[in-house]
């Protein structure tokens, strides 16, 4: 009866976490030169050589002088970048801007001293950019795509 248990209880815990990696967060990205990216996931495909690590995009910054972590955006409608300037770069850290964040409420803030980071680092992988998971409409398969953290007008969530 224990060995039912237990074994019942390692599945759910593999299905709740790969429940987990298939949460998506689609977003509609505006770039400074007018054109848009619809990104199937805002983060990329996996971490590295890890499949199995949560991927996605946090905002980190200061409202009110109280410092603040986003990485969860199901209330949050829209977010507008200000004041990024500094290419993507392998080292030196991201580039620090504000940021107008908009809740599906109604209601809007700023955030000061504000970057843009990703939640895992690979091989390659730069500051002062994101990575998105787009359709490639040839293959018909999900791609990581890079996109320069400066040219980023408006992120627009789904």
């Known amino acids: 009866m224990k060995i039912k248990v237990v074994i019942f209880g390692i599945i759910l815990a593999f299905s709740i976490s790969i429940q987990a990696q298939n949460a ?84 809007s803030f700023k955030m000061d001293d504000a970057e843009v980071a990703l939640s895992c680092y690979s091989v390659g992988d730069k500051y002062n950019e994101i990575i998105v998971q787009i359709l490639n409409p040839i293959s018909n398969q999900v791609v990581d795509h890079k996109i320069d953290t400066r040219s980023i007008q408006s992120i627009v969530f789904k």
Do not use: W
């Not at 996996?46 to 946090?58: F, H, Q, R, S």
């Not at 409202?63 to 972590?69: K, P």
């Open 24 to 107: 998506k967060t689609p977003v509609l990205i505006t770039l400074k030169n007018g054109e848009t990216i619809d990104a199937l996931h805002f983060g990329s495909l996996k971490c590295g050589t890890n499949a199995y690590a949560e991927t996605y995009v946090l905002i980190r910054g200061k409202y009110m002088g109280n410092v603040t972590e986003i990485k969860n955006y199901t209330d949050i409608e829209k977010i507008t970048l200000q004041g990024y300037k500094r290419p993507p770069e392998a080292s030196l850290g991201n580039e620090k801007g504000k940021l107008v964040i908009y809740k599906k409420s109604g209601t």
